[in-house]
């Protein structure tokens, strides 16, 4: 449960408004050319730098061997504990035979983005970004298009067109709670019960973390708002104030641990993981208010490590990759399609929090819509 990685992101589906349209690119790891190009030298790198897919770089045979030839990945912004990225690298890095250096684990998108633009031209900028959507659809002119090889099972919405940037995994607003302090949670109303009292955390300051915000507006949904209109939940954490079952305290893993934060708001693969330290831990997510956020790949156009930036996309959108995800609690992209083909963790998939009811999810609009409200509401609601 981290704040300063996902502060000031605003979560949503890209939506069907993008007029995606795919390409067909290969539907194998093992597609290989004949006439694949040198995995070194300028005219490799150069190659890396302008593929669209590993197709184009004449296969992944060919792009696995430019990738090793590179050596490194700079990756930024991925604790090892979100959703299972600290597997991922290593994984990554052992089945290819790269070093992978991790910067700023604890940063936000708006970090990436910044490391990008002051790193440029720099071994050391960032190959690859995961982004939430907002500092993602702001920042366009960064990135390299690139269509990964399961390209076409990615749903149109989650994609944009020439593969600029893609939607990788996300999840749904939970409530997490440790179940040997606090009674099973049914609804969102159950925190007003007197059994709460001094137990209720969100993950952060909804003022200015991600997390946070969703959710208060879960909390609104629930009480008969919509993605439109955050008031109901500021509503209804004034009333969780006034009854003293909310603290104003922001959780963490170590207050989960320690018991200071037996109840709180956050993505459900985040607070699945309190599990780990907390056997008796439970994620409910609330069928009256089911908000869903996903974040977003991308590649650094000036990445200083093009084939091995692409062969990473191609290893997080694998079956492999995507089950790591899922592992690690979060949605993989494609999970409809591994779960059709039969490819699927089926024992990571059963371990998800069950979720009924219709999924929404902000836009980027409506995300900044809400964060703006909040700014003149929420201590008043709070205080």
């Known amino acids: 449960m981290r704040t300063s990685r996902r502060a000031f992101i605003s979560v949503f589906a890209v939506g069907a408004a993008l007029a995606v349209t795919a390409c067909s690119p290969p539907t194998s790891e093992g597609t290989t050319t004949t006439n694949s190009p040198a995995a070194s030298g300028s005219s490799a790198a150069a190659d890396a730098k302008t593929a669209t897919s590993a197709a184009a770089f004449g296969g992944m045979e060919a792009l696995v061997a430019a990738a090793k030839a590179e050596g490194q990945l700079n990756v930024i912004a991925l604790p090892p504990d979100w959703a299972n990225y600290g597997e991922l690298i290593s994984t990554f890095s052992t089945k290819y035979g790269i070093k992978v250096n991790s910067a700023q684990p604890d940063g936000s998108s708006q970090d990436e983005v910044n490391a990008v633009k002051q790193l440029k031209g720099t071994d050391r900028a960032p190959d690859v970004l995961d982004m939430g959507a907002a500092v993602t659809v702001a920042n366009t002119d960064l990135y390299a298009p690139y269509q990964v090889a399961t390209w076409a099972d990615i749903p149109d919405a989650q994609k944009e067109a020439t593969g600029l940037y893609v939607q990788d995994y996300g999840g749904y607003m939970s409530i997490g709670y440790d179940s040997a302090k606090v009674p099973d949670v049914t609804s969102v109303a159950d925190l007003l019960k007197p059994e709460y009292k001094g137990k209720v955390a969100l993950n952060g300051d909804p003022t200015a973390a991600n ?173």
């Open 211 to 383: 997390a946070a915000l969703n959710g208060v507006m879960m909390a609104s949904i629930a009480n008969g708002g919509s993605v439109d209109d955050i008031t109901k939940g500021v509503d209804f954490f004034g009333k969780l104030k006034k009854a003293g079952n909310f603290i104003p305290v922001q959780a963490t893993s170590a207050t989960v641990k320690n018991g200071t934060t037996p109840v709180v708001f956050d993505w459900d693969y985040l607070s699945a993981a309190a599990k780990k330290q907390v056997p008796t831990w439970k994620v409910f997510v609330p069928k009256e208010s089911v908000l869903g956020g996903y974040y977003n790949q991308a590649i650094n156009k000036d990445a200083p490590h093009p084939a091995a930036a692409r062969l990473w996309q191609e290893f997080l959108f694998s079956d492999e990759g995507q089950n790591l995800w899922l592992k690690g609690g979060a949605r993989p992209v494609r999970m409809d399609a591994m779960t059709k083909a039969g490819t699927i963790d089926a024992t990571a998939a059963a371990a998800l929090p069950p979720v009924e009811g219709t999924p929404v999810f902000m836009s980027v609009d409506q995300s900044a819509k809400a964060s703006e409200a909040l700014k003149t509401s929420w201590q008043k609601a709070i205080s």
